[in-house]
Structures are given as structure tokens and as C-alpha cells.
């Protein structure tokens, strides 16, 4: 919004301009933190830690009127039921982590994505236990 009020102040500005028709899209940096979980946990590693903060910082930087979406997986391993309940909890530790400590402006969602992501090998289990980060349109 702030930039918006700037860009068409600077147009105004210009001898001659009788209207300004234009449309400001701002197009937020893609976020490529992924941010893994330990087998069967929801907790966030320590090890995790710096990513969320990184996120945090650009947060901060950026429109409060984005919407952060947060996806979170899971591995070939366990129950549909458990990995339903593993995958909400996952998104919402990663949700609850940036509005209590990092305390960003944005409206976060949390998506528990109960399937496991596709670009996962069968040998490396652990990779789909993870979340990612989206901005909605």
C-alpha cells in the first residue's frame, strides 16, 4: 500500500498527465526455506531454527497484507490417520512459531497436506517430512 501511494504521488507529478490508470501488483520473493521434522514429531529443531528466523526477517520487510501459506508433509511411513494429525500439527508449530516469536504481520494459514511430496526418492524417507512455503494469490 505504501508503495502504491508513492508510485502514483511520482505520476502526479508529471506535467501534462490528466489520468493515471494502472494496476500495482506487488509479487512478494518466493520463500525457499524448507524446514524438516524428526521422525513422528511436530516439534521444531533447533537445527530449523535459523530458517524460521531468516523468514521472520523477510517477513518483516514485506506488505502486512500478504497471506503465507504453510504446507506441511509427510514420509511413507505410519498411519493415514496419524500422518492427518502429524501434518496439522506440523504447519501449525511452524504457524504458531511466527506470530509468538516472530511476531509477523501477516495472516499465516497452516495446510496439513497428508500425502507425501512427489519429488521424494524411497531411499531418503525423511525428506518428506517437511514444510514449504507459498504465497496465495
Known sequence: KVEEKYI???FSMVDGLEKL????KIVPPKINE?????LNSSL???NQEYKLINIINLLHRLDE??????YA???????IERN????????KAIMNYLKVKGNVPQKLVDIGKNEVPKEIEDEYPEQGRKAVFKWKN
Open 8 to 10: 502514483k504521488s511520482q
Open 21 to 24: 490508470d494502472f494496476d500495482i
Open 34 to 38: 524448507v524446514i524438516h521434522f524428526d
Open 44 to 46: 521444531i529443531l533447533t
Open 65 to 70: 497484507d500478504l497471506v503465507l501459506e504453510i
Open 73 to 79: 508433509f509427510r514420509d511413507f511411513r505410519g498411519t
Open 84 to 91: 492427518e494429525t502429524l501434518v496439522s500439527e506440523r504447519a
